[in-house]
């Protein structure tokens, strides 16, 4: 599954992710953003992976910001945009 949100004032947030046993796997986040350290996109990945895909947008940006560190540092995204874009593609995925 696929999808993007384009945050007001920001960037683009592009996840792709797939769905087993009502959880999410493979989620794989990418975009036009820019992330400090590096690693907060891993962290990012493993904190949504496993997650129920019936989660609300709320949930899932809780789950995101709980996961980075006071020293990661976003720019043109937010854990709300990044929830928007998980919300996109599991919503595309149902209509598929």
């Not at 992710?17 to 493979?26: F, K």
């Not at 904190?47 to 709980?66: C, M, P, W």
């Amino acid at each position: 599954m696929h999808g993007e949100y384009k945050m007001p004032g920001g960037k683009l947030v592009v996840i792709d992710l797939d769905v087993r046993d009502g959880r999410l796997a493979q989620v794989q986040l990418s975009g036009d953003f820019f992330l400090e350290p590096d690693s907060a996109l891993r962290a990012i990945d493993a904190a949504l992976e496993g997650l129920s895909a019936r989660t609300d947008e709320a949930g899932f940006a809780r789950v995101i910001h709980d996961a980075l560190g006071p020293d990661v540092m976003m720019y043109g995204i937010s854990p709300e945009a990044i929830a928007a874009a998980v919300h996109r593609a599991l919503q595309a995925g149902h209509a598929a």
